[in-house]
């Protein structure tokens, strides 16, 4: 990581962990955890060599499940979200940032969600979502999500020059 971190290698731009091999299980979330642990951990004390970082996190509910939801009733796996929970919390002040993506927000750890500054939504129609979109952009343009066409999306938040929430068509190629 720290190989990474500090290279300044054009081809050191992007680094890609993919554990196929372990999905949806407990080890995912460990292995996780370890390596936001030690990303944080050398973000905070490196802050002057630190590069920004983003971490991208694709089929979120694998690795930063609502525990409520997800079947991890045991204290360990309970224990270890709330640690990716809570480097989600503090990531940002050392320069490492977050970007969550999901299929539901019923199923990703609700701090972590409330931690995003910026929502990117496509149609939906279940009332989890629509309840936790609500939340953000209000019950007038949640109630737009559902007639979203292909290709739409709501989006609102700091990565948007708009007070209220946008209607955005995404360029197909």
Same mark, same amino acid.
């Given at each position: 990581?720290?190989?990474? =971190? #500090?290279?300044?290698?054009?081809?050191?731009? @992007?680094?890609?962990?993919? =554990? !196929?091999?372990?999905?949806?299980?407990?080890?995912?979330?460990?292995? $996780?955890? =370890?390596?936001?642990?030690?990303?944080?951990?050398?973000?905070?004390?490196?802050?002057?060599?630190?590069?920004? #970082?983003?971490?991208? %996190?694709?089929?979120? *509910?694998?690795?930063?499940?609502? $525990?409520? $939801?997800?079947?991890?009733?045991?204290?360990? &796996?309970?224990?270890?979200?709330?640690?990716?929970? +809570?480097?989600?919390? /503090?990531?940002?002040?050392?320069? %490492?940032?977050?970007?969550?993506?999901? /299929?539901?927000?019923?199923? #990703?750890?609700?701090? %972590?969600?409330? /931690?995003?500054?910026?929502?990117?939504?496509? &149609?939906?129609?279940?009332? $989890?979502?629509?309840?936790?979109?609500?939340?953000?952009?209000?019950?007038? *343009?949640?109630?737009?999500?559902?007639?979203? +066409?292909? @290709? +739409?999306? =709501?989006?609102?938040?700091?990565?948007?020059?708009? /007070?209220?929430?946008?209607? #955005? !068509?995404?360029?197909? !190629?």
């Amino acid at each position: 990581l720290t190989d990474f =971190l #500090v290279s300044d290698s054009e081809d050191k731009r @992007l680094g890609i962990i993919t =554990l !196929d091999e372990i999905s949806n299980t407990k080890a995912t979330i460990y292995i $996780t955890e =370890l390596f936001l642990t030690c990303l944080l951990n050398y973000a905070r004390d490196n802050e002057a060599k630190c590069p920004r #970082v983003l971490l991208v %996190v694709e089929e979120a *509910h694998t690795v930063m499940p609502e $525990t409520s $939801t997800m079947g991890l009733g045991d204290y360990d &796996s309970k224990g270890i979200v709330a640690k990716i929970a +809570q480097i989600a919390l /503090q990531g940002r002040k050392y320069g %490492v940032g977050l970007l969550v993506i999901a /299929q539901r927000t019923a199923t #990703v750890s609700k701090t %972590v969600l409330t /931690q995003c500054n910026t929502i990117v939504s496509f &149609s939906c129609f279940d009332d $989890t979502s629509l309840g936790f979109f609500s939340n953000f952009y209000g019950k007038t *343009h949640t109630s737009e999500i559902p007639n979203l +066409q292909f @290709l +739409q999306a =709501l989006i609102f938040g700091k990565g948007v020059k708009s /007070q209220r929430p946008v209607i #955005v !068509d995404i360029p197909y !190629d």
